[in-house]
């Protein structure tokens, strides 16, 4: 039986950080459970829609840098608590490598062979 293929070109980093999420002016502060270069998994007390574009400040206790910009909702779970699955506009992306590696070190962020 083959195995479901994961469609991310971007490596996920189990990593506790906190998300500010405002959508459709509904501001919200999620956990963060995950993050990559390309977007990261949140859990929203007020679920966003699916292709909902938001705004999203991430921080983490861990570190003093702050990213903020624009993602869009790529998925949310049926039930509470709700697991959303955020995608990084370019420009957030490009800040989420600079927050991954002052977190965690110079850890991959693609996938691929070695």
Not at 13 to 39: K, M, R, W
Not at 43 to 71: H, K, T, Y
Not at 86 to 92: A, I, N, R, T, Y
């Amino acid at each position: 039986m083959p195995h479901p293929v994961d469609p991310r070109r971007y490596v996920r980093h189990e990593v506790a950080f906190t998300a500010h999420l405002n959508a459709s002016g509904q501001p919200q502060t999620c956990p963060g459970l995950d993050i990559g270069a390309g977007g990261c998994r949140v859990v929203a007390v007020f679920p966003p829609q699916r292709g909902q574009a938001v705004r999203l400040r991430l921080r983490s206790d861990r570190i003093p840098l702050e990213i903020s910009g624009q993602a869009t909702v790529a998925w949310v779970s049926r039930d509470p608590p709700y697991a959303c699955g955020l995608q990084f506009s370019d420009e957030l992306a490009e800040q989420a490598v600079r927050f991954i590696h002052a977190m965690l070190g110079p850890v991959r962020l693609t996938k691929g062979t070695t």
